[in-house]
């Protein structure tokens, strides 16, 4: 189910799963300035089920629960799902980053707003 934005910010951006990671990990750092300024709905935040996929993927690894709890993983994971503007990265075929995996946040990029299309 694609979520519409909020259409309360100009500014739609896209953060890769490490930085959304690290923002759970160390605070107080750009990554955690970011995603409290996501929640604090200063930005649109673009996301993937791929990206969702990744997050869920990487949270569960037995090093990382160490460092993250279970609650913190829950919410970025409930936040992706329900405040994050779903976008369907396939729509649009780049191949601009070094890392193919990354292509996606490209994509995302790339799409108009609901309100420019």
């Given amino acids: ?5 909020s259409g ?3 500014v739609r951006l896209v953060l890769d799963t490490n930085i959304l990671v690290s923002s759970l990990i160390r605070k107080n750092t750009p990554p955690y300035l970011l ?10 935040l673009l996301t993937s089920t791929d990206q969702l996929t990744e997050v869920k993927d990487v949270l569960a690894r037995p090093r990382l629960q160490k460092y993250v709890s279970l609650e913190e993983s829950q919410e970025i ?4 799902q329900t405040e994050a503007e779903q976008v369907e990265t396939d729509q649009i075929e780049v191949a601009h980053s ?3 995996d990354d292509n996606q946040y490209y994509s995302a990029l790339l799409l108009p ?3 420019e299309s």
């Fill in 1 to 5: 189910m694609l979520r519409k934005p």
């Fill in 98 to 100: 070094p890392d193919p």
């Fill in 8 to 10: 309360k910010c100009a």
């Fill in 35 to 44: 995603y409290l300024a996501w929640r604090q709905q200063r930005f649109d």
């Fill in 113 to 115: 707003a609901p309100n």
């Fill in 77 to 80: 994971v409930w936040g992706l």
